[in-house]
């Protein structure tokens, strides 16, 4: 089984045609909408939601569309995408301990903030692969984990066709 985490920015690219890294996140998105493969989990982070309404009110100013979006990824990832929480929810027994958690997993891995809960959702869920367009934020957590690998969408699609050549 391969486990792979897709950060927010892969998907937002997806989704807005002026994002610098749109055709290939639509590729890669299509590509996880689209294909079945019973060896391969795609998830992401409960939080992606949050990002996701956040930049695109940021850039539309247009609270419609930031819901219409969240609604519409959510409904379209139902088979495909799993959100999953940073940690589980029998060791989330409060705020206090998530942000902790929080904390602990940036002082790690160095991340920002927002990368922090990407990188704890990550690594509580033991990924393979952790699929981003800003693979140096999360240079050091690839060091640390020797079993993650961090890639562009387009690097793993690549690796994808050596993979499954007939996909």
Do not use: C
Request: no cysteine.
């Amino acid at each position: 089984m391969i486990n792979i985490y897709i950060d927010t920015d892969v998907i937002v690219a997806a989704e807005m045609e002026d994002e610098q890294n749109h055709e290939e996140s639509r590729k890669f998105m299509d590509y996880v909408l689209e294909t079945e493969n019973p060896d391969t989990t795609f998830i992401t982070s409960v939080f992606t939601f949050l990002e996701l309404a956040a930049a695109m009110i940021r850039r539309t100013n247009d609270e419609d569309k930031a819901y219409s979006l969240v609604h519409r990824v959510g409904r379209s990832w139902k088979e495909s995408i799993k959100p999953v929480p940073p940690m589980p929810s029998k060791k989330l027994t409060s705020f206090t301990r998530l942000v902790d958690r929080l904390v602990e997993t940036s002082v790690k891995f160095h991340t920002k903030a927002g990368d922090t809960i990407h990188a704890q959702t990550a690594a509580w869920h033991k990924v393979d692969y952790l699929i981003t367009w800003n693979t140096k934020d999360f240079s050091r957590m690839e060091q640390q984990l020797e079993s993650l690998t961090v890639m562009t969408p387009t690097e793993l699609l690549g690796e994808f066709k050596k993979l499954y050549p007939e996909k």
